[in-house]
T-cell receptor, first 110, second 112 residues
Framework: GQQVMQIPQYQHVQEGEDFTTYCNSS?????IQWYKQRPGGHPVFLIQ?????EVKKQKRLTFQFGEAKKNSSLHITATQTTDVGTYFC??????????FGTGTLLAVQP | DGGITQSPKYLFRKEGQNVTLSCEQN?????MYWYRQDPGQGLRLIYY???????QKGDIAEGYSVSREKKESFPLTVTSAQKNPTAFYLC???????????FGQGTRLTVV
């Protein structure tokens, strides 16, 4: 079945450093979604990417969808303590099953 | 105020007892999902439902059961057959356009 892996599983950065998490799928995706889960909270939708090679920005966050539509990345510039949490990717397409990657836990030291 | 509500937030049960977790949404979403999350782990899909009176097993359905008698409600029963039920359970829903999923606040189940 479809699998989505994320790397790294955990990243610890100093506040102000950049951070990147990568999402890799075993199959071609129709689209990819990203979610953020704060510690003790629930996942919240960040963005959806649909087109091959698509790049979208949300303030300090940059999301990319690979040309082959099998991988994606989330890059955070100059991390802040508010960025702490677990970032999940998942194929948001019409498979109906709605699975997620393994997640990347980001810790930011002030 | 639209949203998806899970109750209770914390739940304690004795080993061997069945327990039912509630999930209600007023977003008029057709699809609903149940996930299990263990400390430091990702989201594992237990069951999902695309329409009333129909549901499918996810990746870890053993020891769980669900029903979908109403569009708004998708309760999850953790049965005594579930070997390690202590976990954080999340319910989600989304519309037919398969865009963003909305999650409930979660129920933290502890079995002693």
């Amino acid at each position: 079945g479809q699998q989505v892996m994320q790397i790294p599983q955990y990243q610890h950065v100093q506040e102000g450093e950049d951070f990147t998490t990568y999402c890799n799928s075993s199959t071609t995706l129709s689209n990819i979604q990203w979610y953020k889960q704060r510690p003790g909270g629930h996942p919240v939708f960040l963005i959806q990417l649909v087109k091959s090679g698509e790049v979208k920005k949300q303030k300090r966050l940059t999301f990319q969808f690979g040309e082959a539509k099998k991988n994606s990345s989330l890059h955070i510039t100059a991390t802040q303590t508010t960025d702490v949490g677990t970032y999940f990717c998942g194929p948001g397409g019409a498979t109906n099953k709605l699975i997620f990657g393994t997640g990347t836990l980001l810790a930011v030291q002030p | 105020d639209g949203g998806i509500t899970q109750s209770p937030k914390y739940l304690f049960r004795k080993e061997g007892q069945n327990v039912t977790l509630s999930c209600e949404q007023n977003l008029n979403h057709d699809a609903m999902y149940w996930y299990r999350q263990d400390p430091g782990q990702g989201l594992r899909l237990i069951y999902y439902s695309q329409i009333v009176n129909d549901f499918q097993k996810g990746d870890i359905a053993e020891g769980y059961s669900v029903s979908r008698e109403k569009k708004e409600s998708f309760p999850l029963t953790v049965t005594s057959a579930q070997k390690n039920p202590t976990a954080f359970y999340l319910c989600a829903s989304r519309g037919t356009d398969n865009t963003e999923a909305f999650f409930g606040q979660g129920t933290r189940l502890t079995v002693v």
